[in-house]
């Protein structure tokens, strides 16, 4: 199972900063995901809100206003693939505004870095996989009745770079997860919070998982690879 720190490993550091990505790495995560927003001087910038604590529209800021109301530098989706070129990067699509700089940034690093882009927009996904050389995946918020009802809109034989699924935990079902897996996607899930639901993502043979605790689950590995019990 491969961990991947959510936003960097940021439990002494800004969230989304080349500082949080360089803990991640020393932490020993596999990857790192993170969000990429469009600021108004068009830059693909790496904040996760839509709306600042200040109140304020992060598209509607140039990145030097977003600095200076979050306080911490905010670093280009360019900046962090240059910086950190060994590890897996999941790039999370906010917003339709940021697809074609995205893409193009992409474009750019697809060849030397391994990178997975996933979004809640479906379609922004299917985009990235005709345009990209790259992994895609379809980020699920709710339980679906059947696999076939959220891929109706896609055929995958046709996008095999659409193959990842990543699950919001809440919504865990070992059933539609063994479908998955046997339709040939691979499966991630998001925000599992104590060691008891970092140990069941491996007992459920998740194949990797985006926390906000990436120690915790690590120890879950350990535990499992050294025939603990």
């Known amino acids: 199972m491969l ?17 949080a990505f360089e803990a991640a790495v020393t932490a020993g995560a596999n990857g790192i995901e ?46 962090a693939l240059e910086h ?49 050389k790259v992994n895609c995946g379809l980020v699920l918020a709710h339980r679906p009745q059947t696999l076939g009802s959220v891929l109706a809109d896609f055929n995958c034989n046709g996008n095999p770079r659409i193959n990842h699924i990543v699950w919001d935990y809440d919504v865990l079902d070992g059933g539609l997860l063994r479908q998955a897996a046997i339709d040939g996607f691979r499966n991630f899930v998001y925000g599992p919070v104590t060691k008891a639901e970092h140990d069941n993502c491996l007992d459920l043979g998740l194949d990797g998982v985006i926390t906000d605790y990436p120690l915790l689950a690590q120890n879950a590995q350990a535990v499992i690879e050294g025939g603990v019990t």
């Open 3 to 19: 961990v991947l720190a959510h936003r960097g490993y940021h439990a002494a550091v800004p969230e989304n900063t080349l500082a």
């Open 34 to 79: 993170t969000d990429v927003r469009i600021s108004r001087d068009g830059l693909p910038v790496l904040i996760h809100d839509r709306i600042l604590a200040s109140g304020q529209v992060t598209a509607e800021l140039a990145r030097g206003e977003i600095e200076r109301v979050t306080g911490h530098e905010v670093p280009t989706l360019d900046e």
């Open 84 to 132: 950190f070129p060994g590890i897996l990067w999941n790039v999370e699509i906010k917003t339709l505004q940021a697809l074609s700089t995205v893409i193009k940034v992409l474009e750019k690093h697809q060849a030397g870095r391994r990178i997975l882009v996933t979004s809640f927009r479906h379609d922004l996904v299917a985009i990235c996989a005709s345009s990209l």
